[in-house]
């Protein structure tokens, strides 16, 4: 009896960086998408870099005016998985989540995007009324509803750079 069935390729083995840990070493555009393996792509962001606030702030928010949310997000990621304190790691983790919202739009993802924006909003809203490190809290509030809005109507940012948020004052 012969099978029918094409036997498939051997797969590759998984990607693996210096420490063994499994991470995808394919290159990524502005967007965080993956290309195809020797593509020219973005240069990624270092993992695990513990930065004062203010520096994570200033790196995230040149990521976001250079239309890289997905790199931003890696950033807030840094802080929010550094960070000890319960309440600033739901900071950190509602930023990532709000720059992963204006990733997935950019990328023509509204429903995500939509989804992504309003969990973000409701992990840095209880800083409304004691924003710290500066952080224009109610600012990104009403960013993130806006953009949350025009994407349930279908409407997509221009770019991610031209809908990026301010984070600071």
Same mark, same amino acid.
């Given at each position: 009896m012969t099978s029918t069935r094409k036997s498939r390729p051997a797969r590759r083995g998984r990607d693996r960086d210096e420490e063994g840990r499994a991470r995808n070493a394919r290159p990524r555009d502005g967007l965080g998408r993956p290309l195809p393996y020797g593509s020219p792509g973005v240069e990624r962001q270092p993992e695990g870099i513990e930065r004062p606030p203010e520096e994570t702030l200033d790196e995230a928010q040149r990521l976001l005016d250079d239309g890289m949310p997905f790199h931003a997000h890696e950033v807030f990621e840094d802080a929010w998985?550094?960070?000890?304190?319960?309440?600033?790691q739901a900071l950190w983790k509602g930023l990532a989540q709000l720059a992963v919202g204006l990733t997935h739009a950019a990328r023509g993802n509204t429903v995500g995007g939509a989804k992504l &924006?309003?969990? $973000?909003?409701?992990?840095? +809203?209880?800083?409304?009324?004691?924003?710290?490190?500066?952080?224009?809290i109610a600012g990104l509030l009403t960013w993130a509803?806006?953009?949350?809005?025009? &994407?349930?109507? $279908?409407?997509?940012?221009? +770019?991610?750079?031209?809908?990026a948020p301010r984070l600071c004052r």
């Open positions: 998985k550094s960070g000890d304190e319960a309440a600033e &924006l309003r969990r $973000g909003a409701e992990h840095v +809203s209880p800083f409304r009324s004691k924003p710290p490190h500066g952080i224009d509803a806006g953009l949350a809005a025009d &994407l349930d109507a $279908g409407r997509l940012p221009e +770019s991610a750079a031209a809908a």
